[in-house]
């Protein structure tokens, strides 16, 4: 590893003991945001927040991985150090996009002078020739380039694309004394930015949006609430990911909301950020405000597998992409049972009246997910090591998140599942949990009563 920091009170000595089979993590420490994914020079690129010296949170350098086929990530040295006048503590979340050969990334860095509202945010460039070394070249949005009534304390996670022949840029910000708001700047250079609107005009349902990422093809824009309120219980997070289906309106600068709805329906995702320019997207596979039981292996937070987006009637869809060449079909009637710790299930059915699956099973331990009422609801207070975190209603204590079932004549559910998690795919939904189960746990029990069913079972080649 490469790129100690420049302060040695960001140092201490971790090894990594333990680590998901497919799942990105950091070579060691601490990780959170997916940043910066972008296709370029023939590989995919992923750049993530990263405390290589610590198993929590603390001063963001960006990880780096790429990968051939999203699947099997291999190390690149730390891209971004903290440490400079623009980003004294910490260089935060942001995007790449290529440009005359080079790779460029923007993103947040962090001043945290005394704290509160004497923090400040600014909007950083720096440049690759090769996509591995990079080049900083300072505060490129700054404080003054705020409109009035801005908090330049959280001002953050610059996403940016090309569109006709200009630069544009959307940005996480807040309204003093008010909340969320997504703003939208535009350059000719990556250099000098001009502040054109905000995106709705309104202050958001959480006290602060993060990590908004657009889509220009599709039409998606994706944004993160912290401390949102529950709507029907829809989300139980206090911190939810939601999306939104229409246009930015270059003219006016406002985006065209058509629909609206909620990106994982789970315990764990958060800050899903597209590759630029293809309807991918990667999640921080974990929450904030949550113990990380993975901590004693030497890494706390991982990455969710890349997904697949597309938009049919007004929704998002998702799709997971995961390279598996080895395929098992299993039939039984209305029971049946498997090992499986790493890979990828799948079970299709036709008129589906019950069905209930544990998968990490050991007997006494178990993940657990049933049909009931038309809702999928999983269960993981079973699952091996507690999780808790801050929100209080009835399921998050006991450890229950839900997602409605289509109830189609044909119904078809993906689960991804690696070492540390799961992740159900069904109808272009998903709802992804982090487990923490006994070694030993990798039973899998499944019923299913369907005028006819069948199961799939894919592993890592």
């Not at 100690?4 to 950091?26: L, Q, V």
């Not at 099997?72 to 006048?85: E, F």
């Not at 460029?104 to 591995?132: H, K």
């Not at 009931?372 to 006991?398: A, C, F, H, M, Y």
Request: charged fraction near 25%.
């Amino acid at each position: 590893m490469v790129g100690e920091p420049k302060n040695e009170r960001f140092y201490m000595t971790i090894t990594k003991i333990k680590e998901p089979a497919f799942h990105i993590t950091g070579e060691t420490g601490w990780i959170n945001d997916p940043n910066g994914l972008i296709y370029y020079n023939g590989q995919y690129h992923a750049f993530f927040q990263y405390h290589p010296f610590d198993t929590k949170w603390g001063p963001m350098h960006w990880g780096h991985v790429v990968s051939d086929d999203l699947t099997d990530w291999k190390y690149l040295p730390i891209a971004l150090t903290p440490g400079d006048d623009c980003d004294k503590n910490g260089c935060f979340s942001g995007t790449a996009i290529a440009h005359d050969g080079k790779l460029w990334l923007m993103y947040t860095g962090f001043i945290e002078n005394q704290g509160g509202d004497t923090i400040r945010q600014v909007q950083c460039l720096a440049e690759s020739n090769d996509g591995v070394t990079f080049k900083k070249h300072g505060i490129v949005i700054g404080e003054n380039d705020l409109p009035d009534g801005y908090a330049p304390c959280d001002f953050r996670d610059p996403k940016v694309w090309f569109h006709k022949d200009s630069f544009w840029c959307i940005i996480a910000a807040r309204k003093i004394e008010g909340r969320g708001r997504i703003l939208l700047y535009r350059s000719k250079d990556l250099f000098k930015w001009e502040y054109v609107n905000d995106l709705f005009g309104k202050d958001s349902a959480g006290a602060m949006i993060e990590c908004p990422d657009y889509n220009e093809e599709y039409g998606y824009l994706l944004f993160c609430e912290q401390f949102q309120p529950s709507e029907n219980g829809e989300h139980l997070n206090i911190h939810s990911c939601r999306w939104c289906i229409g246009k930015i309106d270059y003219a006016t600068g406002l985006f065209k909301e058509d629909t609206r709805g909620i990106v994982d329906y789970g315990f764990d995702m958060y800050a899903p950020q597209t590759f630029a320019g293809k309807p991918i997207f990667i999640g921080w596979l974990n929450m904030w405000d949550r113990n990380v039981p993975s901590e004693k292996y030497g890494f706390a937070g991982m990455l969710t597998v890349p997904r697949k987006l597309f938009v049919k009637n007004g929704r998002l869809y998702q799709e997971p992409v995961v390279n598996c060449s080895k395929v098992h079909k299993l039939t039984a009637d209305d029971k049946l049972t498997d090992r499986i710790t790493k890979g990828v299930i799948t079970i299709k059915a036709t008129k589906l009246e019950q069905f209930a699956i544990k998968m990490r099973c050991n007997g006494v331990h178990y993940t657990q997910m049933t049909l009931q009422d038309g809702q999928w609801v999983l269960d993981r207070s079973k699952s091996g090591e507690v999780i808790t975190g801050v929100e209080k209603d009835p399921d998050s204590i006991n450890g229950i998140r839900r997602m409605p079932c289509s109830m189609e004549k044909e119904v078809t559910v993906t689960i991804v599942m690696d070492e540390f998690s799961v992740e159900i795919f069904e109808d272009g939904r998903a709802l992804s949990a982090t487990v923490y189960p006994p070694e030993d746990a990798d039973g899998l029990e499944l019923i299913v009563k369907a005028e006819n069913w069948q199961y799939e079972r894919a592993d890592l080649s």
